[in-house]
């Protein structure tokens, strides 16, 4: 090989070299734009992760709210069908004794007038 041929074959070498570096630039540029993204991203999933986590917590407590609210109808609930059962037997009881006192009654007028006739 003589001197021009080594000559042209580093030109060519060199510009292969600079060729290779633009598209570096290119793929560096790229990838900075996908970390731009990247970035943007993760502050956006931040984002949502903090929101979802307060959802969520406020759920669990409107759940528990509930919940104590429920359970405080049941109890009122409760108290209400006891007393309830109290004055219906109480309304028992008073029926049966006025049953009681006019059967007695009947049977002192029955006494009294004679058995009666249909």
């Known amino acids: 090989m003589n001197g021009d041929e080594i000559l042209g074959v580093l ?16 793929t560096n540029a790229r990838l900075d734009q996908t970390n ?3 970035t943007s991203l993760e502050g956006r999933v931040d984002f949502l992760e903090r929101r979802l986590s307060k959802g969520f917590s406020e759920m669990s407590e409107s759940l528990n709210a509930l919940a104590r609210a429920q359970a ?21 009881d008073v029926i049966a004794e006025n049953l009681t006192n006019h059967e ?3 049977k002192t007028l029955e006494k009294h007038n004679g058995p009666r006739k249909r």
Do not use: Y
């Not at 060519?12 to 633009?22: M, Y």
């Not at 409760?78 to 219906?88: D, H, I, P, Q, R």
């Open 72 to 92: 405080d109808g049941e109890l009122r609930l409760a108290t209400e069908v006891v007393s309830l059962a109290n004055v219906t037997r109480e309304l028992r």
């Open 11 to 26: 030109r060519e070498i060199r510009d292969e070299a600079k060729q290779t570096n633009v598209r570096l630039d290119q």
């Open 36 to 38: 731009a993204r990247l």
């Open 104 to 106: 007695k009654r009947l």
